[in-house]
C-alpha cells in the first residue's frame, strides 16, 4: 500500500530556510518523477519542483527557481526540497507525489513564512 510522509516544516521569517524531506513506499520510488507540489488556503495544488528518475534533471516553476532545489536519494526512497530566501507568497502546505500522481496523497508538511 502506497505511504508518504512529509517533514521539515514550520515558521520562518522572510529571507529564512527549510529543508523538506519525503519519504515514500508502496511503489517503485526510483522508477518515478517525484515532484513537490504546494496548496495555499483556498488555493489550487500547484506543482513547484521535480527531479527525473536518476536525480540528474530538475525542474522548477518560476517563482521558486534559484531559491529552491528538489534532489533525492534512491537507496532511502526519499525527495528533499530545500528552500531558501523564504518568501510570505510561499507560504502554503506542502506535499510530495509522483508526477503525475498518484491517487494518495499525504498529510503534506506546513510552511509558514511571516515576520
Known amino acids: 500500500q502506497v505511504q508518504i510522509v512529509e517533514s521539515g516544516g514550520g515558521s520562518v521569517q522572510p529571507g529564512g530556510s527549510l529543508t523538506l524531506s519525503c519519504v515514500a513506499s508502496?511503489?517503485?520510488?526510483?522508477?518515478?518523477?517525484m515532484t513537490w507540489y504546494r496548496q495555499d488556503s483556498g488555493g489550487e495544488r500547484e506543482s513547484v519542483a521535480s527531479?527525473?528518475?536518476?536525480?540528474?534533471?530538475?525542474r522548477y516553476e518560476g517563482s521558486v527557481e534559484g531559491r529552491f532545489t528538489i534532489s533525492r536519494d534512491n537507496a532511502r526512497n526519499t525527495v528533499y526540497l530545500e528552500m531558501n530566501d523564504l518568501k510570505p507568497k510561499d507560504t502554503a502546505k506542502y506535499f510530495c507525489?509522483?508526477?503525475?500522481?498518484?491517487?494518495?496523497w499525504g498529510k503534506g508538511t506546513q510552511v509558514t513564512v511571516s515576520s
Open positions: 527531479i527525473s528518475l536518476g536525480g540528474t534533471v530538475p
Open positions: 507525489n509522483t508526477e503525475p500522481p498518484l491517487g494518495y
Open positions: 508502496g511503489f517503485h520510488f526510483s522508477s518515478r518523477t
